[in-house]
């Protein structure tokens, strides 16, 4: 064999392996980069705490009615008042869109109140004027009351599970290798709640 083909012919076998390696490290580390982008979107996602996770109908307060009744629904919104009585606690509640994780939003859109009841006593301290909760339990009916002098027929549901949500707190982190006379640490959010599961 003529040397400079024998050469020629090594140089194409080196060029072709290099080649192959390289495609399988591009197919490799395209690989540990969907895994990545797939973690980091995974993680970022809202998910719906244990306690409120489930399907339920679309229906909204102001829109129910008898053919509701009956039904298990997740509500929520902001606590207008809590009124223990006798044997059971009800809470008036404002409600308002949920977002995905089930959490109140602050839009300034609601659907009308309704009253979230639940046997024994909750304390109006803890259920105050303002936090936001979310309910789930059966719709059993309606019932009138007042706001003001204005008559206002509530849905009512005998709930099951109350989330009361805490209000964000924030927390700031600081890198212990990083130093700048000027910067404002930022803080990051987090979210937590108190939990009452029912019967």
């Known amino acids: 064999m003529n040397p400079a083909t024998f050469k020629s012919s090594k140089q194409a076998d080196c060029y072709h392996d290099d080649t192959v390696a390289k495609g399988k490290e591009m197919k490799v580390l395209h690989a540990l980069f969907t895994v990545a982008i797939t973690a980091l979107l995974a993680a970022g996602c809202a998910t719906v705490p244990e306690p409120l996770a489930g399907e339920y109908p679309?229906?909204?307060?102001?829109?129910?009615?008898?053919?509701?009744?009956?039904?298990?629904?997740?509500?929520?919104?902001?606590?207008?008042?809590?009124?223990?009585?006798?044997?059971?606690?009800?809470?008036?509640?404002?409600?308002?869109?949920?977002?995905?994780?089930?959490?109140?939003?602050?839009?300034?859109?609601?659907?009308?109140?309704?009253?979230?009841c639940r046997a024994g006593f909750e304390d109006p301290a803890i259920f105050e004027e303002g936090r936001d909760i979310t309910a789930i339990g059966r719709l059993?009916?309606?019932?009138?009351?007042?706001?003001?002098d204005f008559t206002y027929v509530y849905p009512r549901i005998s709930a099951d599970t109350l989330f009361l949500w805490a209000d964000p707190q924030p927390a700031y982190y600081y890198d212990p290798f990083w130093y700048d006379p000027w910067y404002t640490p930022r803080a990051r959010w987090h979210f937590s709640g108190r939990v009452i599961i029912g019967r």
């Open 58 to 116: 679309a229906t909204t307060p102001d829109l129910a009615d008898d053919s509701h009744v009956g039904q298990n629904v997740r509500w929520g919104g902001r606590i207008v008042d809590t009124r223990p009585g006798t044997d059971e606690t009800c809470i008036e509640i404002l409600a308002r869109p949920l977002d995905s994780k089930a959490r109140p939003s602050d839009s300034e859109r609601h659907y009308g109140r309704f009253l979230a």
């Open 140 to 148: 059993t009916g309606f019932v009138e009351g007042n706001i003001g």
